[in-house]
């Protein structure tokens, strides 16, 4: 008995550390370390001599910064930030207004049916999102799409979905089917959280359900508006699936679309895995400051709010 | 209690870190430090040939038995995500027996240092495959780095009965094949012959062969690529014109639509190699019966020469601790009359042997051809006049590099000569990136 009370202190004072041990692992097993790995990949390359067949032909050397100055300097990967860009600006503000939307009707009090439409517009959110662009690519395609029967039927213009601006719009519109319903769950929670007594107060001062909606609900879930944003924007960054699904579809979406495409390519089919780590770290570096720009920047202006 | 606590998390982390350790160790499948070379053998084979593993059987249970030697195989994705697959366990020394390689990858493999040479141990077999693809196996050299196992010759596929219905003839040259197509086009406009795909670069490739390209060849210890030459120029403005001028379409292969165009006659002719009846199966099943090969257009009237599309190998690994064992299974695989007929029946490919090609379970046309009994006598004798194909160690590159390219100047309809120099362009300056000695 005496001694473990004296070992109780020494207990007290190690075991925060002990409960830190499997996460400082497990964290630096698959987190650190093949980032550090990607790193010191990022600064090699392979030095092939002569004709480089047979053994010692080609060897691993030290290649500095000349896999991150190739690849800044490469115009396709610049050329498919753009693209992504101009994706992700139909993307996230169409995404996260419908999911605002819904969220706020399904808040309504006098809504019917609201369990069975809330999983209505979540469902296609579990669809993996290959199986989803297959479908849709599916839809796209005048020769098999019944939207275009439909369209030839009527006499009406058929658009090709999957060349120019329309194939933005193409794309987009398979991330929006598929991401609304998580971020409408996200937003309706936090909707869900404030306290019935401000609608009260609200509605004895004269207040319309739009009017409660516009001030007092949308500012009240703006931190969950902030969140989904950071989402969407890491997303958008990292669309890989949807493109990479309709290629073979189109001659329009080339094996470098989206950066991550690039990498991709890199990677595994041109077995550069060296500029591949380079652009992943440089792909890394660029969401990080993104998002956390956009986060710092939503977070000075709601402490700004606050002290007013 | 707080003691136990920890003495409780410290276990735990100990156990989860023998069982981290313990994934990164266990991957040895007995094929590494195996018994000695007179004991009985366990070999690992990645391939992805449909039935390869029911091949390998008929090998365990007899030829194998007798010698000791007993082989796994394990299923593969096919293409490019392979190779890097190969290279990357080769660069763990953890590579398997045996590999299925698709001809384009072997120099790239080989410049991997991931193949063994296995001239000695079955360079006997030379006779029993055509030159042309013979050397690919080789790369033109002394050595030899595969044993070929299936090749597809290039062929000239269509609708018999819609041929007959626009009263159109087969076209044994490229000429005839653009007149036929701008025939059809003024007979019904909404039809087209075929289209050129930017999808596969295997095709382009095959019909840059028989056009007489060499796309990369070596000269002292230099590469020389030759994309753009003449050749592949003539080929690429041919096909450039037909969509330019709309007699063909620009859609790519293998998509749903296309699937629908060749069901429905919207499409009546497919330039293809000789899996093409496989591929019609599912793609047209409602016109089986109705479609028939014929030789590949020539460019030259009179003359039988055809390219190949697509094709692989069987090669043993630098890893393979029994190089022996693995060349004598890689042998038998792919010259054995029994192997090559069970090749034939439970993986369906078309043996690159010369003697198998005929006979035996190809003695009977595909089902979808039925109406052409004589379709592997006739595909024997186009596959003599294969032309040889040059491949180097960048084959990925270069077909990324036409994929991009192609599919901006068939969207666009334009010419295709700035793509074919795109594509030339791409593939040696990669080359130069990694070092190789190129000459201009």
Same mark, same amino acid.
């Given at each position: 008995? *005496?001694?473990?009370?004296?070992?109780?202190?020494?207990?007290?004072?190690?075991?925060?550390?002990?409960?830190?041990?499997?996460?400082?692992?497990?964290?630096?097993?698959?987190?650190?370390?093949?980032?550090?790995?990607?790193?010191?990949?990022?600064?090699?390359?392979?030095?092939?001599?002569?004709?480089?067949?047979?053994?010692?032909?080609?060897?691993?050397?030290?290649?500095?910064?000349?896999?991150?100055?190739?690849?800044?300097?490469?115009?396709?990967?610049?050329?498919?930030?753009?693209?992504?860009?101009?994706?992700?600006?139909?993307?996230?503000?169409?995404?996260?207004?419908?999911?605002?939307?819904?969220?706020?009707?399904?808040?309504?009090?006098?809504?019917?049916?609201?369990?069975? *439409?809330?999983?209505?517009?979540?469902?296609?959110?579990?669809?993996?999102?290959?199986?989803?662009?297959?479908?849709?690519?599916?839809?796209?395609?005048?020769?098999?799409?019944?939207?275009?029967?439909?369209?030839?039927?009527?006499?009406?213009?058929?658009?090709? $979905?999957?060349?120019?601006?329309?194939?933005?719009?193409?794309?987009?519109?398979?991330?929006?089917?598929?991401? *609304?319903?998580?971020?409408?769950?996200?937003?309706?929670?936090?909707?869900?959280?404030?306290?019935?007594?401000?609608?009260?107060?609200?509605? $004895?001062?004269?207040?319309?359900?739009?009017?409660?909606? $516009?001030?007092?609900?949308?500012?009240?879930?703006?931190?969950?508006?902030?969140?989904?944003?950071?989402?969407?924007?890491?997303? *958008?960054? @990292?669309?890989?699936?949807?493109?990479?699904?309709?290629?073979? $579809?189109?001659?329009?979406?080339?094996?470098?679309?989206?950066?991550?495409?690039?990498?991709?390519?890199?990677?595994?089919?041109?077995?550069?895995?060296?500029?591949?780590?380079? @652009?992943?770290?440089?792909?890394?570096?660029?969401?990080?400051?993104?998002?956390?720009?956009?986060?710092?920047?939503?977070?000075?202006?709601?402490?700004?709010?606050?002290?007013? | 209690?707080?003691?136990?606590?920890?003495?409780?998390?410290?276990?735990?982390?100990?156990?989860?870190?023998? !069982?981290? /350790?313990?994934?990164?160790?266990?991957?040895? &499948?007995?094929?590494?430090?195996?018994? %000695?070379?007179?004991?009985?053998?366990?070999?690992?084979?990645?391939?992805?040939?449909?039935?390869?593993?029911?091949?390998?059987?008929?090998?365990?249970?007899?030829?194998?038995?007798?010698?000791?030697?007993?082989?796994?195989?394990?299923?593969?994705?096919?293409?490019?995500?392979?190779?890097?697959?190969?290279?990357?366990?080769?660069?763990?020394?953890?590579?398997?027996?045996?590999?299925?390689?698709?001809?384009?990858?072997?120099?790239?493999?080989?410049?991997?240092?991931?193949?063994?040479?296995?001239?000695?141990?079955?360079?006997?077999?030379?006779?029993?495959?055509?030159?042309?693809?013979?050397?690919?196996?080789?790369?033109?050299?002394?050595?030899?780095?595969?044993?070929?196992?299936?090749?597809?010759?290039?062929?000239?596929?269509?609708?018999?009965?819609?041929?007959?219905?626009?009263?159109?003839?087969?076209?044994?040259?490229?000429?005839?094949?653009?007149?036929?197509?701008?025939?059809?086009?003024?007979?019904?406009?909404?039809? &087209?012959?075929?289209?050129?795909?930017?999808?596969?670069?295997?095709?382009?490739?095959?019909?840059? +062969? +028989?056009?007489?390209?060499?796309? =990369?060849?070596?000269?002292?210890?230099?590469?020389?690529?030759?994309?753009?030459?003449?050749?592949?120029?003539?080929?690429?403005?041919?096909?450039?014109?037909?969509?330019?001028?709309?007699?063909?379409?620009?859609?790519?292969?293998?998509?749903?639509?296309?699937?629908?165009?060749?069901? /429905?006659?919207?499409?009546?002719? =497919?330039?293809?190699?000789?899996?093409?009846?496989?591929?019609?199966?599912?793609?047209?099943?409602?016109?089986?019966?109705?479609?028939?090969? %014929?030789?590949?257009?020539?460019?030259?009237?009179?003359?039988?020469? /055809?390219?190949?599309?697509?094709?692989?190998?069987? %090669?043993?690994?630098?890893?393979?601790?029994?190089?022996?064992?693995?060349?004598?299974?890689?042998?038998?695989?792919?010259?054995?009359?029994?192997? !090559?007929?069970?090749?034939?029946?439970?993986?369906?490919?078309?043996?690159?042997?010369?003697?198998?090609?005929?006979?035996?379970?190809? %003695?009977?046309?595909?089902?979808?051809?039925?109406?052409?009994?004589?379709?592997?006598?006739?595909?024997?004798?186009?596959?003599?006049?294969?032309?040889?194909?040059? =491949?180097?160690?960048?084959?990925?590159?270069?077909?990324?590099?036409?994929?991009?390219?192609?599919?901006?100047?068939?969207?666009?309809?334009?010419?295709?000569?700035?793509?074919?120099?795109?594509?030339?362009?791409?593939?040696?300056?990669?080359?130069?990136?990694?070092?190789?000695?190129?000459?201009?």
């Amino acid at each position: 008995m *005496t001694r473990a009370r004296r070992r109780k202190p020494y207990g007290v004072k190690s075991a925060p550390y002990a409960f830190l041990i499997p996460a400082t692992v497990l964290f630096l097993l698959f987190f650190a370390l093949p980032i550090g790995y990607a790193l010191y990949l990022s600064l090699r390359r392979t030095e092939v001599s002569g004709l480089g067949l047979g053994k010692g032909a080609r060897k691993e050397i030290w290649a500095g910064f000349a896999n991150y100055t190739d690849a800044l300097s490469d115009s396709e990967l610049l050329h498919g930030a753009l693209r992504i860009l101009g994706y992700g600006a139909i993307v996230v503000p169409v995404m996260l207004g419908l999911a605002l939307l819904f969220a706020l009707l399904l808040d309504t009090e006098r809504l019917r049916l609201r369990g069975f *439409t809330r999983l209505a517009i979540f469902l296609p959110y579990a669809i993996p999102g290959v199986v989803a662009a297959l479908m849709w690519g599916f839809l796209y395609l005048p020769d098999v799409s019944p939207f275009y029967f439909l369209l030839d039927k009527a006499g009406l213009p058929q658009p090709d $979905l999957l060349d120019g601006g329309p194939l933005y719009l193409a794309l987009a519109n398979i991330a929006v089917w598929g991401g *609304t319903g998580f971020n409408m769950i996200v937003i309706y929670t936090s909707l869900r959280a404030i306290p019935a007594e401000i609608f009260e107060a609200a509605r $004895l001062d004269g207040c319309s359900q739009l009017q409660i909606a $516009l001030r007092i609900k949308i500012p009240m879930v703006a931190p969950s508006l902030v969140l989904t944003f950071f989402f969407s924007i890491i997303a *958008t960054l @990292q669309v890989f699936n949807e493109p990479t699904t309709l290629k073979p $579809l189109t001659n329009s979406l080339s094996t470098t679309w989206s950066p991550l495409m690039k990498v991709y390519q890199d990677a595994f089919v041109n077995n550069d895995i060296y500029a591949a780590a380079a @652009q992943a770290v440089i792909i890394a570096v660029a969401t990080l400051a993104l998002s956390f720009g956009f986060l710092k920047a939503a977070n000075s202006r709601t402490k700004q709010g606050a002290s007013q | 209690m707080k003691y136990r606590i920890v003495a409780a998390s410290t276990a735990a982390v100990l156990a989860a870190t023998a !069982l981290l /350790t313990g994934c990164g160790s266990s991957d040895d &499948d007995g094929s590494g430090d195996g018994p %000695a070379a007179s004991g009985p053998v366990s070999l690992t084979y990645w391939a992805w040939a449909p039935g390869l593993d029911k091949v390998a059987d008929i090998w365990n249970k007899g030829e194998g038995k007798k010698a000791g030697i007993t082989v796994t195989v394990k299923k593969q994705a096919s293409g490019d995500d392979l190779v890097t697959k190969i290279i990357t366990a080769a660069k763990a020394h953890k590579a398997p027996d045996l590999v299925q390689a698709e001809y384009q990858a072997l120099p790239t493999l080989v410049s991997n240092d991931v193949l063994a040479d296995i001239s000695k141990e079955a360079g006997d077999a030379k006779g029993k495959f055509a030159d042309g693809v013979w050397q690919q196996a080789t790369l033109g050299s002394d050595a030899l780095y595969a044993l070929p196992q299936d090749s597809g010759p290039l062929m000239f596929y269509y609708r018999q009965d819609l041929f007959k219905q626009y009263g159109l003839s087969v076209p044994t040259t490229w000429d005839e094949f653009a007149e036929t197509a701008r025939a059809l086009k003024k007979k019904a406009p909404d039809k &087209d012959l075929t289209t050129f795909s930017s999808n596969d670069s295997g095709l382009f490739a095959g019909l840059a +062969q +028989q056009a007489g390209a060499q796309w =990369w060849t070596t000269g002292g210890d230099k590469w020389k690529v030759a994309i753009d030459d003449p050749a592949t120029q003539k080929v690429a403005g041919f096909w450039g014109g037909l969509v330019k001028e709309g007699a063909i379409d620009n859609q790519p292969m293998y998509t749903p639509a296309w699937n629908k165009a060749l069901n /429905t006659g919207k499409q009546i002719a =497919w330039v293809s190699a000789v899996w093409a009846p496989g591929t019609l199966t599912t793609a047209a099943p409602d016109t089986a019966g109705k479609w028939a090969m %014929a030789p590949l257009p020539q460019w030259t009237a009179g003359e039988s020469v /055809t390219g190949s599309w697509g094709g692989s190998s069987t %090669a043993v690994t630098n890893d393979s601790k029994h190089k022996k064992a693995a060349a004598a299974f890689a042998k038998w695989l792919n010259t054995d009359s029994a192997a !090559l007929a069970a090749l034939v029946k439970e993986s369906g490919i078309y043996p690159a042997a010369t003697a198998a090609q005929t006979g035996g379970a190809l %003695a009977k046309p595909p089902a979808y051809f039925a109406n052409q009994p004589g379709f592997y006598t006739e595909a024997a004798k186009i596959a003599q006049g294969t032309a040889p194909a040059a =491949w180097g160690p960048n084959v990925n590159v270069a077909y990324t590099a036409f994929k991009d390219n192609f599919a901006k100047a068939a969207k666009s309809r334009s010419d295709f000569a700035p793509a074919l120099t795109a594509m030339q362009d791409a593939t040696v300056a990669d080359l130069k990136k990694q070092g190789f000695g190129v000459s201009e």
